[in-house]
């Protein structure tokens, strides 16, 4: 058997460690689900997220952390850990400063923000409307908590160093866990003899617990900045050379997440003007989507991101490609079969967790089946998005993402009017996925050599095929004792066979990523 390459660790890790605050994300929609349901209130918390998560990513959730790690590599391999440190403290300084000041403007116009024709949620009513600006000025005190923590997120990447960052997200869980279970419920929750305190503050309780869930999701990495040995130093010089590097990458970057940002905005503002509930249908069909998408596009696109830095750094442009290509490969032979196995069994599965009415449960599995028709696109874009960024060249990502955004807007503006929530799913879906061939036709023209998926995307519609029809003749003609819970479960396990057959050599080059 070949030998695990340490990329493949590092994915097979993330995976693990992503599987578990995926898991604990399941236990908390339940839990949300089950206190609030599809209604205007969740719609509302769902809503206020929007402009707080929007600077976060713009900032050092997104923009800046991908724009970053390529030169705080460079730095690191060619000037040492001291010379990495003070970059790194200098960027973190900026940083936070215009996440302050951006913050307070948002805090200031909120109102406006929120209740404008083109706003967050002009279609909710003047109750919803205040409730949501309230709760979007307690949600930027945990983006000014985030915007240290995702920064530190890239450093200790940079520095090789996956476990911590891939944990914090479990601890945020923590935090809103808390919120879910202490803070928001009226009446104590009571696990056998354990009867818990409930605070009873509704819907912002689970505010609450979100602050503390990414103060939580800061603390846990600090060990890692003790291990590297980071000094922190009280400097913001605009003018350092290699701060004016990563500004540089930063920029385009920071559009691209705009235009990213602005896909979420527009979602609720599509979904504010339908029936109630529409939000959090969308919002539940995308967290269910990202599931998947997160442990395997996340977890090898950021696994992989520091080795294209390092290699284009080198002038290994062959084994660059050979990186990308591999990921590919793997990203498409998981993917596909997963959305089409996992569209066929999710009803029974999103009736038990989120414990929703009949055509509640309806309308979030029909979103959710739209979403995961994407989940190949929104990986790859992941994985394109870093190679380009790894060869220093944001552009492309830059103009594509602009595109996404108008193709979104305009078939989401079509479908919405005609099919609801699941129109506004599958401009999304389209969306992405027209970014991700473009990317991909792009990317082939910067390296000197063409990626091969072709063979790969053929081999992962077939596996899908078969995958899906035994995982429908399992659910229709053959179920299993222990309810369509056990049956759906088992049908999945069951379709992965004849897909995993189709696909062994394309599985086979996981190890050696």
Do not use: C
């Amino acid at each position: 058997m070949k030998k695990i390459s340490r990329l493949t660790k590092v994915s097979l890790l993330l995976a693990v460690l992503f599987s578990l605050d995926k898991l604990l994300g399941v236990a908390r929609q339940m839990l949300v689900s089950r206190q609030f349901g599809l209604s205007a209130e969740l719609d509302v918390f769902n809503a206020a997220n929007n402009l707080p998560d929007m600077l976060f990513m713009l900032i050092s959730g997104g923009a800046l952390a991908i724009a970053f790690i390529p030169v705080l590599t460079e730095v690191l391999s060619k000037d040492g850990r001291e010379k990495a440190w003070a970059l790194f403290s200098n960027i973190l300084n900026i940083s936070f400063l215009v996440t302050a000041a951006l913050a307070l403007i948002i805090a200031i116009f909120s109102k406006p923000l929120v209740s404008g024709n083109l706003g967050i949620a002009p279609g909710f009513s003047s109750a919803q409307m205040e409730l949501t600006i309230k709760l979007l000025r307690l949600n930027l005190i945990s983006t000014l908590i985030f915007s240290l923590s995702g920064l530190v997120m890239a450093g200790l990447q940079a520095n090789q160093h996956f476990f911590l960052p891939a944990l914090a997200p479990i601890f945020y869980d923590f935090g809103q866990i808390f919120g879910v279970l202490i803070l928001a419920p009226e009446r104590p929750y009571q696990f056998g003899p354990i009867t818990l305190p409930a605070l009873g503050l509704g819907i912002e309780g689970m505010v609450y617990g979100v602050i503390l869930g990414a103060l939580l999701h800061l603390l846990i990495q600090v060990p890692g900045l003790v291990k590297y040995r980071f000094r922190w130093q009280p400097r913001a010089n605009l003018k350092d050379p290699e701060t004016l590097k990563v500004l540089r990458l930063m920029g385009p970057r920071v559009l691209s997440m705009f235009f990213i940002q602005l896909i979420f905005l527009a979602q609720d503002n599509f979904a504010s003007r339908l029936a109630a509930g529409s939000v959090t249908a969308l919002t539940y069909g995308w967290w269910i989507m990202q599931v998947p998408e997160t442990l395997i596009g996340t977890a090898i696109a950021t696994a992989v991101l520091p080795t294209l830095a390092e290699l284009f750094s080198q002038n290994a442009f062959a084994q660059l490609k050979v990186k990308i290509e591999r990921a590919g490969q793997v990203m498409l032979a998981l993917t596909i079969p997963i959305a089409i196995i996992g569209g066929v069994v999710i009803q029974p599965l999103i009736q038990a967790l989120l414990g929703l009415e009949p055509a509640d449960t309806a309308r979030v599995v029909l979103v959710t089946r739209i979403f995961l028709l994407g989940i190949s696109g929104h990986s790859l874009v992941e994985l394109f998005v870093r190679s380009f960024y790894a060869m220093q060249k944001p552009k492309y990502p830059l103009i594509f993402s602009a595109s996404t955004l108008l193709v979104y807007l305009g078939a989401g503006w079509l479908l919405s009017s005609r099919y609801d929530a699941a129109g506004i799913a599958a401009a999304n879906t389209l969306a992405y996925s027209l970014q991700a061939l473009v990317l991909f036709i792009l990317l082939n023209k910067v390296l000197a050599e063409k990626l091969e998926l072709l063979p790969a995307f053929v081999k992962a519609i077939l596996a899908a095929v078969l995958g899906g029809a035994a995982a429908w003749l399992v659910m229709r003609f053959a179920p299993i004792p222990g309810g369509r819970i056990v049956t759906a479960l088992a049908a999945a396990l069951l379709a992965l066979l004849p897909a995993g057959v189709v696909l062994r050599k394309e599985l086979r080059a996981l190890i050696s990523l």
